[in-house]
């Protein structure tokens, strides 16, 4: 792998996972990043999700530590997710991603009026029953759970968004259950990719340290009081994947 490889996406990775680790969305950064340096499309996103697992491990574990994460909803969730993702990954290796591409030109820019409407992003009405909630929860882990392992940019932010506005999460434990979410299926998409040949394995390992370096620091910024940063963060990813997939579809 030539080196010009690795200074162009463990930069990018690291930032990634700052980003991540705040808003989620990181992979709007990181996967780009493998994509500029020359990978295939598949081995970039096998890779990335490499890198990614080490990343989201640590900012899970450190959201658990400081009480971010609701653990009445986690075991539900992360086993729907896990499901999901697994689907989603297998998907991902035989099916073309053209139409959900176009798909996301509908979604992305209504998801971006949702945000900038909102004053913030905890939801301000009633907080459902906790069987409500985690019923909820688990729909919400099993579907982006696929979308995760059939592709993944953006990932953080769609599970912060539907887990605040859907099933009327504040923005902390909203946050918290999207780390261990996110874990679950990053995690079942690797192996999916691991065991069909497609992840750079010395790459993803290193850009998997910058990662962690990055969800280390974002992890660490990350209070109950941050809501405020989260919204503008998740905008500027939006508006990333937007471009991206303008781009991809015009080039492609």
């Known amino acids: 792998m030539p080196l010009t490889v690795y200074l162009i996406v463990c930069p990018l990775v690291f930032v990634g996972g700052l980003v991540d680790a705040i808003a989620g969305g990181g992979g709007l950064i990181t996967l780009p990043a493998y994509m500029i340096a020359g990978l295939p499309v598949h081995s970039a996103i096998a890779t ?7 990343g989201t491990s640590l900012a899970t574990v450190r959201y658990g530590r400081s ?9 539900f969730c992360v086993a729907c997710a896990y499901a999901g993702s697994t689907l989603g990954s297998w998907l991902a290796l035989q099916v073309s991603d053209r139409f ?8 992305l820019p209504l998801t971006a009026i949702y945000v ?16 409500k909630t985690t019923l909820i929860c688990m729909a ?18 769609f599970l912060i968004l539907l887990l605040t506005a859907a099933a009327r999460m504040d923005l902390t434990s909203a946050n918290g259950l999207t780390k ?28 998997g ?33 937007f471009i991206k997939v303008i781009y991809e579809l015009v080039t492609s």
């Open 116 to 131: 900038l409407r909102r004053r913030d992003l905890s939801s301000s009405r009633e907080p459902y029953p906790i069987g």
């Open 180 to 207: 261990a979410v996110n874990l679950a299926s990053n995690a079942a998409a690797l192996v999916v990719f691991l065991v069909n040949g497609k992840a750079l394995i010395p790459l993803g390992l290193c850009a």
């Open 100 to 107: 959900f591409k176009i798909l996301m030109l509908i979604i």
């Open 67 to 75: 009480g971010f994460i609701p653990w009445k909803q986690v075991p």
């Open 209 to 241: 340290c910058f990662n962690l370096a990055g969800n280390y620091i974002g992890s660490g910024l990350f209070k109950k009081d941050s809501a405020r940063f989260a919204r503008p963060v998740m905008i500027l990813v939006l508006v990333i994947f």
């Open 48 to 54: 990335n999700k490499l890198a990614n697992t080490m």
């Open 140 to 157: 919400i882990s099993l579907g982006i759970g696929a979308y995760d392992g059939f592709y993944g940019p953006g990932t953080g932010t």
